[in-house]
């Protein structure tokens, strides 16, 4: 499923970034129009930024755990992010967050694995 944004939202960051004026939406976009009125192709442009800034994973785990298993962890998760899927490891991020156990149900169970099922790639050995 593709992410939609709003036309403004895309045109307003389009033009941050690249100093352009963005012509079409996000399925249809071939060409914008810099400033100064040459054009410029913008699909080879967001291909390339979309290829430096995925993935991200996040990774939920109780309290506890030492800032070294931490930081171990998130290398490893790169490391095999970048031999799977084939990117840089510039492209990857790794956030950690900290879950209570007697908040893991309300905010990690339920929204993210009973509630989720296809995009649950590996179920838990529990249920709640």
Known sequence: MERQISRRSFLKKSAIALGTVAVGDLKGIGSAEQVGGSKTLL???LKERKEKTMPHVIVKIY???????????????????VAIIKCG???VSVAIEEIKPEDWAEKVYKPDILNTPGKLYKKPGYSM
Do not use: H, Y
């Open 43 to 45: 699909g080879e442009k």
């Open 89 to 91: 490891e510039e492209s």
């Open 63 to 81: 309290p506890g755990r030492s800032e070294q298993q931490k930081i171990q962890l998130a290398e490893e998760i790169v490391k095999d992010v």
